[in-house]
């Protein structure tokens, strides 16, 4: 594979055109189609999506939103942190390292990172460094999320924690 180019996905009608060929694929909660919906406005640049195009094709994407530290209770010390939702490959494109590249991208940003693996998705996840975080219930909701850390951080451990 060659160097694979990731890109930040305008919110304009066009993209909206190219998520509609995800949602011919996977589980309904992986669409990022009503996502995008919501944020409709024509080429807004702050837009959390990112790409893979391969020609005109869209094949790969993941939504990518910054967190800030004072809603941090995974990482020690508290910090800016990323959540990483509704990564999708296409299913022809899939196991081809594009996954993969889009990780290595928010990666990049050397922050933390949270995600929720969707159905049959943690061994990809575990494969790309991350590890489950300490169940928390009033924080986590009943979710089971995954988190990577950079050199020098760690997973944040209460004291409630450490008593359960």
């Given amino acids: 594979m060659d160097k694979v180019k990731v890109e930040k ?3 304009n009608y066009k993209t909206l055109e190219k998520f509609k060929h995800f949602k011919e694929y996977g589980n309904q ?7 995008l919906e919501n944020n409709l ?27 800030n530290r004072k809603y941090d209770f995974y990482f020690d010390p508290p910090q800016d ?6 990564l999708e490959v296409l299913p022809e494109y899939q196991g081809k390292g594009y996954g ?7 990666k990049s940003y050397q922050l933390p990172i949270k995600t929720n693996p969707r159905i049959n998705s943690y061994a990809f996840w575990e494969k ?11 924080r986590d ?8 850390m950079p050199v020098g951080v760690k997973e944040n451990h209460t004291k409630e924690q450490d008593e359960a």
């Fill in 81 to 86: 942190y990323l959540t990483l939702w509704k």
């Fill in 9 to 11: 996905l305008l919110i």
């Fill in 128 to 138: 790309m460094g991350f590890q489950k975080a300490q169940y928390k219930m009033e």
């Fill in 29 to 35: 909660e992986l669409s990022m189609l009503e996502d």
């Fill in 41 to 67: 406005v024509e080429n807004q640049s702050d837009s959390p999506f990112y790409g893979i195009y391969i020609g005109d094709s869209l094949i790969a994407r993941m939504s990518l939103y910054k967190v």
């Fill in 100 to 106: 993969k590249a889009l990780v290595d991208f928010a």
């Fill in 141 to 148: 909701l009943g979710e089971n999320p995954l988190i990577w």
